[in-house]
């Protein structure tokens, strides 16, 4: 009896998103919310892969406060270049393409819109690979626990599209050797970040997805003896309300970034480190009166389980309301229809799970869908 377990990811696709819009799959059985983590895909992906969460397997932000470390020194050399130009995305783009050839990165590696004055304080946690087995997470993934299982598994590529992987699929359907294969679809993400979640284009990515996934379903099916479907994303969509000039709101204290001390502003998330008292005084001070957002205290860091003891991705926290962007910010220069983000608890930050199997009841976060792939795979012994 040979049996396939179908693992599809699809990135961005909120609780609230498939309620506006549906999702049809006649193999579905099971339809559920999941919580996700605090921050972003950065820290959720390795959730997913691990079941555990960042303070556990170690990736939370992207960027993390080292400048002995930094492999950004050389940047402030490039401070001096005429902004309109150096600022933009495609110069930014092919520097960051440089940096990763020259470096040896394996890993999705951007510096965004990091003033380059600023990237030497801080260092990069995606810089290889981590949906190989023996990548760079400090707990094993799904991957690892394959390998050490000997499952004959098949997993996307993340560097190439959605038609390339979904067919690259289906070649290894036809080889009817794995048994386990974990397919990932990242593009509604970025549709919804550019059109928002109730846009035609939206609509018109999800019917795709739909399409897709049943089309590679009923493939697998005529291949092997029994299928079993499981859809899931890492986190949800939030329409954008709004934005604050956070970075204006700090300089105009006058107080010196790098003197005083140092931010990395991510798009719903300010984080700071501080070199005096006085400037953790008047910062702190200053965000607690904020209506944009509010300061995430240690206490509720730990709760969300990504408080980390050496302080390297911040010493305090600032998080927007939800649907609220902090604009400009490090990663975009422009505010945008949809963000993500936001505190897990709010309905827009909700994850999901599909299965055409039922979902234990023990099943609630992004945390648990490691459990259900190796009940799955386990099943099929
Ligand atoms: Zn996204």
Not at 61 to 85: H, T, W
Not at 151 to 157: E, R, T
């Amino acid at each position: 009896m040979k049996k396939l377990s179908l693992f599809v990811f699809i990135d961005g696709f909120g609780w609230e998103v498939y309620k506006k819009h549906g999702f049809n799959n006649k193999a579905i059985d099971t339809r559920k919310k999941l919580k996700t983590t605090f921050g972003f895909s950065s820290g959720a992906d390795p959730s997913i892969l691990t079941g555990r969460y960042p303070d556990e397997h170690t990736h939370w932000s992207s960027f993390y406060y080292d400048p002995k470390n930094s492999p950004f020194k050389f940047c402030k050399y490039l401070s001096f270049l005429p902004k309109r130009i150096f600022d933009r995305f495609r110069p930014r783009h092919y520097l960051s393409r440089a940096m990763k050839f020259i470096n040896g990165y394996t890993g999705y590696f951007e510096i965004y819109s990091v003033p380059f004055a600023h990237l030497p304080y801080f260092d990069y946690l995606e810089k290889h690979d981590y949906f190989v087995p023996n990548g760079i997470l400090k707990t094993d993934t799904i991957f690892d626990w394959c390998v050490q299982n000997d499952i004959p598994y098949h997993c996307s590529n993340w560097r190439k599209s959605e038609t390339y992987n979904i067919n690259a699929l289906k070649e290894k359907i036809d080889e009817g050797d794995i048994e386990f294969s974990y397919l990932y679809l990242p593009t509604l993400d970025g549709v919804m970040h550019t059109y928002g979640t109730e846009h035609e284009k939206t609509v018109e990515k999800i019917k795709w997805l739909e399409d897709q996934i049943s089309n590679v379903y009923d493939y697998a099916n005529d291949k092997y003896d029994e299928v079993s479907l499981h859809i899931f994303s890492d986190h949800g969509m939030c329409d954008t309300q709004g934005s604050v000039d956070l970075i204006k709101v700090i300089e105009n204290t006058g107080l010196v970034y790098g003197k005083d001390y140092v931010a990395m502003y991510d798009s719903t998330m300010a984080r700071f480190w501080f070199m005096n008292d006085e400037a953790r005084e008047t910062i702190e001070d200053l965000l607690s009166f904020q209506s944009s957002g509010k300061i995430v205290d240690d206490d509720e860091l730990k709760e969300m389980r990504v408080f980390f003891e050496d302080r390297r991705f911040g010493e305090l926290f600032f998080l927007t309301n939800p649907g609220i962007l902090i604009n400009p910010s490090y990663f975009g220069l422009q505010a945008i229809p949809g963000m993500h983000g936001f505190h897990p608890d709010h309905k827009d930050s909700h994850s999901l799970m599909f299965s055409s199997t039922s979902i234990d009841e023990n099943i609630n976060s992004i945390t648990d869908i490691r459990k259900v792939m190796e009940k799955e795979i386990r099943d099929e012994k």
